[in-house]
């Protein structure tokens, strides 16, 4: 028996086990892939985002031979589809095969490896033999494992804990936070919940009426691949502007014109903003007329990616236009000041990008 005034659910989640896939050594998820056994010749990812992404980049590196499977149209769903196109010319030579809008269907384990039977959306199939696969195909949350529901918390079928801005669940006194709460499944999201948590939690036993208070109100949470190339985004992306219906103008400035890439020997990389370009934007900003409304998305593919996201994060978070980054100085030579850099390409006022091509 355990009792508590109140208590906060960090119970987290799992990866996701295809049903078909044999029990076998030769087959790990992300935690076994870290439990480094030795090098594959033959590597299968089954589904292409970021976590698959991420240890496929490491195995290769090593000198294992890739393959990767993925149901969707193309990899890493979720990132800016300029930003994926220079990741992938860049990884290319780690795979023999990328099958997309491809399922796995089959696997058994052989003394020659695991046969896995993969069939098309158009009906064709395939198979292979692999010294390892990877199952990287989603996480599912542990709400339905902890028996939460002995204690009145309400569990949906997919095992989530709901939960209000404070990260409080039905029941009053109990608080979850973290993957068993929802999408993003990210630690960084996480550790803001439970800051939420545990200030309300401080300030309702305190009697402190502004810890009290705390609510969780992020506007927008980045993502960050963990490739080589980094890959990190955060907000809206084009294909999600185009969705909702949202004119957006895009400021994507390469870094083949950044010095410091270039010094680094690195200059594959892009950063990519978009801002606000519907009929009213920008009014009532300070900066009508001048320049486009507010940053809306954005990201980069290179070195550092993850390092330098936050900036546009913050951006979003504060509602800057085009005019507040690209007028905020960037220190030089560095590869933060391409994001000042991109931001004066959709002002159009970028003097360091080389003019087109005719």
Same mark, same amino acid.
């Given at each position: ?5 109140? #208590? ?12 078909? +896939?044999? !029990? @076998? ?14 090098? *594959? ?10 976590? =698959?992404?991420? +240890?496929?980049?490491?195995?290769? $590196?090593?000198?294992?031979?890739? &393959?990767?499977?993925?149901?969707? !149209? =193309? ?26 809008? $491809? ?16 069939? =098309?959306?158009?009906? $064709? ?23 939460? &529901? ?6 949906? &079928? ?18 979850? /936070?973290? @993957?068993?709460?929802?999408? *993003? ?29 705390? #609510?969780?109100?992020?506007?927008? /949470? ?14 809206? $992306?084009? !294909? ?44 009532? &900003? ?20 993850? @390092?330098?996201? =936050? ?21 030089? *030579? ?17 003097? !360091? ?6």
């Amino acid at each position: 028996m355990v009792a508590f005034k109140k #208590a906060i659910i960090a119970a987290g989640s799992q990866a996701v086990r295809l049903p078909f +896939m044999p !029990d @076998d050594p030769r087959v790990v998820d992300s935690t076994g892939a870290l439990a480094l056994q030795g090098v *594959p010749q033959k590597m299968l990812i089954v589904g292409g985002g970021i976590i =698959g992404l991420e +240890m496929g980049t490491v195995y290769s $590196t090593l000198g294992a031979r890739l &393959d990767v499977v993925e149901m969707m !149209d =193309g990899l890493m769903q979720g990132a800016d589809r300029d930003l994926v196109k220079v990741w992938e010319k860049m990884n290319k030579h780690r795979f023999d095969n990328i099958l997309l809008k $491809t399922k796995t269907v089959g696997a058994q384990a052989t003394p020659e490896g695991i046969q896995v039977q993969f069939e =098309g959306l158009d009906g $064709t199939k395939s198979e292979g033999t692999y010294d390892l696969v990877l199952q990287a195909v989603g996480r599912t949350p542990n709400g339905k494992k902890i028996a939460a &529901d002995k204690a009145g918390v309400s569990v949906t &079928d997919r095992g989530f804990i709901n939960v209000d801005i404070q990260m409080r669940t039905n029941v009053p006194h109990i608080f979850a /936070i973290g @993957d068993i709460v929802g999408q *993003p499944m990210l630690a960084h999201k996480a550790v803001h919940e439970a800051h939420v948590a545990a200030e309300v939690i401080a300030g309702e036993l305190q009697g402190n009426k502004e810890l009290a208070s705390a #609510a969780f109100n992020a506007r927008v /949470i980045p993502s960050v691949a963990y490739t080589d190339p980094e890959v990190a985004w955060v907000g809206l $992306t084009e !294909d999600q502007a185009k969705q909702q219906g949202i004119k957006v103008k895009k400021g994507l400035f390469p870094w083949a014109a950044s010095g410091r890439a270039i010094a680094n020997g690195r200059d594959e990389g892009v950063t990519k903003l978009l801002f606000d370009d519907s009929p009213e934007a920008g009014s009532g &900003d300070g900066h009508a007329g001048r320049g486009h409304g507010k940053i809306l998305g954005g990201g980069m593919v290179g070195t550092h990616a993850g @390092d330098m996201i =936050g900036e546009i994060a913050l951006a979003i978070e504060m509602g800057a236009d085009a005019v507040d980054i690209g007028k905020t100085i960037h220190p030089h *030579p560095t590869l933060g000041e391409s994001i000042g850099m991109a931001a004066e390409v959709a002002h159009g006022s970028c003097t !360091d990008v080389p003019p087109a091509r005719k």
